[in-house]
């Protein structure tokens, strides 16, 4: 069984910031890849963030050099720090792990960027 525990959404005025947090539960953590993914209404679920289990990092070029995603392994959390945000960063972001070549997802958390 695998749970994710999703927080750190809301509403945000553009230009501010929000930290994603999502705690996993279940076994191999440590050699999980894990992301961030994100839809907005009417739109395909993105990815938007992904870190390996050796910390590589990958970004859309959307969020690059605004978003940073970590990883806390004591923790089994990963983290989504959220920085200059858009009101085009309006979405429902999705924890996302990734091992023996199955994907998990959470559950969703809402993000809104709006003035």
């Known amino acids: 069984q695998v749970q994710f525990v999703e927080s750190g959404g809301g509403l945000v005025q553009p230009g501010g910031s929000l930290r994603l947090s999502c705690a996993v539960s279940g076994t191999a953590f440590n050699i999980a890849a894990m992301g961030w993914y994100r839809q907005a209404p009417g739109k395909q679920r993105e990815l938007v963030a992904r870190?390996?289990?050796?910390?590589?990092?990958n970004y859309a070029d959307s969020v690059k050099g605004r978003f940073t995603i970590s990883r806390d392994n004591s923790k089994n959390t990963v983290y989504l720090q959220m920085n200059s945000l858009k009101v085009e960063d309006t979405a429902v972001y999705y924890c996302?792990?990734?091992?023996?070549?199955?994907?998990?997802w959470g559950q969703g958390i809402q993000v809104t960027v709006s003035s």
């Open positions: 870190i390996s289990s050796g910390g590589s990092t």
């Open positions: 996302n792990k990734w091992v023996w070549n199955n994907d998990y």
